[in-house]
């Protein structure tokens, strides 16, 4: 097993060379190109002596972006992806988190970083990807990091209205990209077509795996998923054969009527996960790709990426229930039950429900700079009173079935997955009462119609508060219903009547 994750970077690049690892259909870059970039990205921040805090890095989905955050990573510092293109607002909350040490941006997003990186310094990445490589200093910074060392920060939604940065280690990922590579088993032969944006947990995946095992990615443009003509031929012009998306990327192209006309020819494995999948366009894929191999992974940023899997045998049907199945290695699933009353935690027996919990290396460090948060969700194992055990609450439920499968039953408290992202609806509610007449509100989850709902009272109206949250949120934060009412209905003691909003919602 690799130690940290640059080890990958100098075994790929002595071992394939001048071999093409990323591509983002206008230009390419190869194995010992990224282990250049990298070495003159680390040798500049190597340079900028104390650094701690993370560094941002805004460049968009660009083959030069793996590059920039391997090369953070070889100065001994950790790196926070950060999408320049959602509403400044967002971004500035991000930034007032994370209080980067510097910014690196591509030319594209550079008036954005200005904008927000305050006394931030600013780099601009095509400098520093030319710049002059100290292969003694590189060096000296990476002995300096150790396994546990801190690689990324990525941002998830909280339920404090405030993004939270979820830290994690290099063993981390390099634990969970070894068990999900054991299931499916990529070769130098093997190309990955990229759907997530670079500062999304899924997308460690398509970053890491070909340095890891010698194959390659390819960056498929976004307007293409909308387009399943344009889509299935990208994939087959670069022959990909491995997709690892959310739900949301295979059910759009489903929808639109993909394979009417076409159909990707060289796929081998489909990995899905994000939220659950409509079996109706699940079914679409495995009937016109009946030789690819399905898999359902389900897990939490806070589990780097994903903890369980379930590999498809069957083509499902409206009525099918697909497991999240069982934990890759190097992970182990508990499901436990809370007596509120005592306080005493005890182990779900099979067949109940119970809370999601995860152990392992491969769980995160934690919440940057929020030490409540992560104590609320990353604790000892009850169960384990002999030894320090760490352990992690997922806030889901689940049962395991008489199959021995891990199935996935919702969310504790009102975190959601929508469009493949994670939104607390707390966070919703609270950005609404920052709109001028907005009095009182509260947000519910359609699941079955994938539409998120506000409901609330005050003069506002709804054209005011949707285009306040265009402006600020990104797309998959924005209400598609909103519901005006004289007032807001109330429990005797004084919360919102929940129970009556969703009898609104039928």
């Known amino acids: 097993m690799a130690s940290q994750v640059f080890d990958w970077i100098r075994r790929s690049a002595a071992s394939y060379g001048s071999r093409t690892v990323y591509t983002d259909t206008e230009k ?90 305050g006394d931030c310094e600013i780099a601009l990445m095509e400098d520093l990807l030319a710049y002059p490589v100290d292969e003694d200093l590189v060096a000296a910074r990476e002995a300096s990091v150790t396994e546990s060392s801190p690689l990324y920060m990525i941002f998830t939604s909280g339920s404090t209205g405030k993004p939270k940065g979820v830290l994690t280690s290099h063993r981390s990922l390099i634990c969970y990209l070894e068990g999900l590579d054991e299931i499916i088993g990529l070769d130098e032969s093997d190309v990955l077509g990229n759907q997530a944006p670079l500062d999304y947990i899924a997308a460690i995946r398509d970053m890491y795996l070909p340095l890891m095992r010698g194959a390659s990615t390819v960056m498929v443009p976004k307007n293409e998923f909308a387009m399943p003509d344009a889509l299935f031929k990208t994939l087959n012009d670069y022959n990909v054969t491995t997709l690892c998306w959310s739900c949301a990327g295979l059910e ?28 109706k366009y699940l079914r679409v894929w495995q009937q016109n790709l009946p030789d690819v191999t399905f898999i ?35 992970y182990q699933i508990l499901l436990l039950t809370h007596d509120e009353e005592s306080g005493e935690w005890s182990e779900t027996p099979d ?82 009462l920052t709109v001028d007449g907005v009095t009182e509100c509260a947000s519910l989850y359609d699941k079955a119609r994938e539409l998120i709902y506000l409901f609330y009272a005050g003069p506002a109206t709804a054209k005011e508060i949707t285009l306040r949250f265009r402006a600020d949120m990104p797309a998959f934060m924005v209400p598609r219903k909103l519901v005006a009412l004289d007032e ?19």
Not at 254 to 275: Q, W
Not at 357 to 384: D, H, W
Not at 489 to 506: D, R, V
Request: proline fraction near 6%; charge should be negative.
């Open 252 to 279: 759009i192209p489903a929808k639109l009527g993909g394979f009417a006309e076409s159909k990707p020819e060289h796929l081998k494995r489909i990995v899905f996960s994000g939220s659950v999948i409509s079996n």
């Open 351 to 432: 067949g109940e429900i119970g809370q999601i919990c995860v152990k392992g290396p491969c769980l995160a460090i934690g919440y940057y700079r929020s030490k409540e948060q992560t104590e609320k969700v990353f604790m000892q194992n009850p169960l384990n009173d002999d030894y320090p055990e760490m352990i992690y609450l997922c806030g889901d439920l689940g049962h395991i079935g008489e199959d021995g499968e891990l199935y996935f039953h919702g969310r504790m408290d009102r975190q959601i997955k929508h469009m493949g992202h994670r939104v607390e609806l707390a966070e919703v509610e609270a950005y609404a």
């Open 296 to 330: 359902n992974q389900y897990g939490p940023t806070e589990a780097t990426a994903s903890c369980t899997y379930y590999v498809l045998e069957d083509i499902v049907t409206d009525d099918t229930v697909l497991p999240i199945g069982r934990p890759y290695k190097h």
């Open 28 to 117: 390419s870059v190869s194995f010992e190109e990224v282990e250049r970039y990298s070495a003159a990205v680390a040798t500049w921040v190597a340079q900028r002596s104390g650094i701690e805090r993370p560094v941002a890095v805004m460049s968009g989905r660009d083959v030069f972006t793996p590059a920039c955050y391997m090369g953070v990573a070889r100065a001994g510092c950790f790196y926070a992806p950060m999408d320049a293109e959602v509403p400044r607002q967002r971004l500035e909350q991000i930034m007032s988190v994370a209080e980067p040490a510097i910014v690196i941006v591509d030319k594209a997003h550079l008036a954005t970083a200005e904008a927000v990186a």
């Open 488 to 506: 807001m209905p109330h429990l005797p003691n004084g919360k919102i009547a929940m129970s009556e909003l969703k009898e609104m919602m039928k």
